[in-house]
């Protein structure tokens, strides 16, 4: 199943730069996307989300930017802290909205 | 803040044993769902709940599966007969509305041995 792709396994950033994720889906029929952090041994928490029908979404440190025509969309963190280290997933939905389909994940790890 | 609990949080079983994962859902919250994921892979969906019947099955979910909301407050997965690729960690969400984001538990470890 690759209709949401994750292609960097892993980033790492020092403290206080911008952390940028990226994720990119193939089925134009998802309306909306979120971003989901993981801690180990820990289940996914919620960050942030955005509606197909916008293109960024602000919330804190936290802006999620989505480009519809190339099926994209990134997060980006400011400034980045340790505490962010983590797995980061996004999630894509489309008509029931409780069935999101996650990339893989990336590991983002902020050294201070 | 109010969260979803898993327990147990690690069973471990022998294939073709029967297993039951236990969640008890955020209290407001009508929609309820189970997610799983294998070692090194994504996380996937299982199944959606609302209003004591599935919404919505993924082609995992098969008659091995089913889930169960015997009172008010538990949400329950139970797997018949447990196969040694039924390992992986058990994620319980539950929202509010039919509207994102889904809160996540912290999820069973389930290993079939």
């Known amino acids: 199943d690759q209709q949401v792709k994750q292609n960097s396994p892993s980033l790492s950033v020092q403290e206080g730069r911008i952390s940028i994720l990226n994720c990119d889906y193939t089925n134009s029929m998802f309306d909306y996307f979120l971003w989901y952090k993981k801690y180990p041994a820990e289940g996914p928490t919620f960050l942030i989300s955005?509606?197909?029908?916008?293109d960024k979404n602000e919330d804190g440190r936290f802006t999620v930017f989505l480009n519809k025509s190339a099926k994209h969309l990134s997060l980006h963190i400011v400034p980045s802290q340790p505490g962010d280290s983590a797995v980061y997933f996004c999630?894509?939905?489309?008509?029931?909205?409780?069935?999101?389909?996650f990339g893989q994940g990336t590991i983002l790890t902020v050294h201070p | 803040e109010p969260e979803v609990t898993q327990t147990p949080s690690h069973q471990v079983t022998q294939m073709g044993q029967e297993v039951i994962l236990r969640c008890v859902p955020i209290s407001n919250h009508l929609y309820f769902y189970w997610y799983r994921q294998i070692l090194g892979q994504k996380v996937e969906f299982l199944v959606s709940f609302y209003n004591n019947e599935i919404s919505e099955k993924s082609e995992i979910f098969d008659d091995q599966f089913s889930v169960e909301r015997p009172d008010g407050s538990n949400f329950t997965l139970k797997i018949r007969s447990t196969k040694l690729e039924d390992s992986a960690m058990y994620f319980c969400?539950?929202?509010?509305?039919?509207?994102?984001?889904?809160?996540f538990g912290n999820g069973t470890r389930l290993t079939v041995t």
């Open positions: 969400a539950s929202s509010e509305q039919d509207t994102p984001p889904l809160h």
């Open positions: 955005i509606s197909s029908i916008k």
């Open positions: 999630g894509t939905g489309g008509t029931s909205y409780g069935k999101l389909t």
